[in-house]
């Protein structure tokens, strides 16, 4: 098995996972006391997080303890955050989103999770392994950013060129959380095969896909293995909004590389 067999692999234990995207049911921002289906207890915007207020009958847990009262429930911008358990194996995080918070219930047992078969994936090819440039953002310009669907900015850290499919890219590059100790940077691309894949049976998933490089810190030299792009969250699951890419990163060259879409046990894409 190969070292990129290895990285699928992984993936698919990732997305059928109690926290991969598959499990993620419901994503509500809390900007008023409310309930959040399929949980009970009734949610409200606190600092730092949100509140839950809940009996010990609803069996709801924060951080270990049972709930019967109010609780706050420390959201990740915290310095640490909670984790909440519900009956029946679902779990609660709470995320920092545009000034307030959502709560995201999680269940691994969720229906998506047991329709899920494979990522389908273009074969491997070492003609789609390019050297490009990175050069990063001027020390005395401001950093800028790149909007997701929900609106969260995204720090821009530089740019990448290089060319492929006899076009050159001159792409925007965004930080990304570190990987095994290593920063990264995260490319959002579109290209040639971004299409619906009805339209389409040669597509990749429309919205785009992500790759990541690791980040060199100073302008240097980069590899980019395009076999190793990889379908957004948003590919798996209506709960997650898809990063946009920059107008830079869509490509017309058809990149037919790494993963193109989720299929079901049935052989369908998932949407």
Do not use: K
């Amino acid at each position: 098995m190969t070292e990129l067999d290895d990285a699928a692999a992984a993936r698919e234990r990732w997305v059928r996972s109690p926290r991969g995207p598959l499990a993620l049911v419901n994503a509500q921002r809390v900007d008023q006391p409310q309930v959040v289906w399929p949980v009970p207890g009734q949610w409200a915007p606190a600092t730092g997080g949100l509140t839950v207020t809940a009996g010990a009958e609803d069996g709801v847990v924060v951080d270990g303890v049972p709930v019967d009262g109010t609780v706050l429930v420390a959201g990740d911008d915290a310095v640490v955050a909670s984790v909440v358990a519900f009956p029946d194996g679902r779990a609660g995080t709470v995320a920092a989103t545009g000034g307030g918070h959502t709560l995201r219930v999680w269940d691994p047992a969720a229906d998506a999770i047991t329709r899920f078969a494979r990522i389908d994936r273009f074969p491997a090819s070492d003609g789609f392994v390019t050297t490009g440039r990175f050069v990063p953002v001027s020390d005395h310009a401001a950093p800028g950013h790149v909007l997701d669907a929900a609106g969260e900015p995204l720090v821009v850290a530089g740019t990448v060129t290089t060319s492929i499919g006899g076009q050159t890219a001159e792409l925007v590059a965004v930080r990304s959380a570190p990987y095994r100790g290593t920063q990264r940077l995260q490319l959002i691309v579109q290209d040639g095969t971004s299409a619906l894949p009805e339209s389409d049976p040669g597509s990749a998933y429309s919205m785009g896909r992500f790759l990541f490089l690791d980040d060199p810190g100073v302008a240097a030299e980069v590899e980019l293995d395009w076999n190793r792009l990889v379908l957004p969250p948003c590919a798996f699951s209506y709960q997650y909004a898809c990063p946009i890419p920059p107008p830079s990163n869509r490509m017309s060259a058809p990149i037919a590389a790494g993963e193109r879409h989720p299929l079901d046990i049935d052989g369908a894409v998932f949407h």
